[in-house]
């Protein structure tokens, strides 16, 4: 949504951006894009990325480890 310009936040122009954009790689999420151009799986068509991370927090609430997921296989039909 790098290109949305504040004439176009409306409904209509914040989903258009969205659909339209091209894949922008994740914060956090290394080699995961995100797009929502209603393809990323036909099972789940509002789905945005197919990455996912685990994280685990200590009892302070720092991150110690993290794990990244891609579930491009089980979204596939």
């Known amino acids: 949504m790098k290109n ?3 004439a176009d936040v409306t409904a209509a122009g914040v989903t258009t951006a969205l659909r ?5 790689p ?3 999420l290394p080699g995961q894009t995100f ?3 209603r393809k990323i799986s036909t ?3 509002a789905s945005c ?5 685990v994280i685990t927090f200590d009892q302070s609430g720092k991150p110690t ?3 990244v997921y891609d ?3 089980y979204l596939k039909t």
């Open 4 to 6: 949305l310009k504040s």
């Open 49 to 53: 990325s197919n990455g996912a991370a």
């Open 26 to 28: 994740v914060p956090l």
């Open 43 to 45: 099972i789940t068509p």
């Open 20 to 24: 339209t954009m091209p894949p922008e």
């Open 35 to 37: 797009r929502c151009n």
């Open 71 to 73: 579930a491009t296989p």
């Open 65 to 67: 480890k993290s794990d």
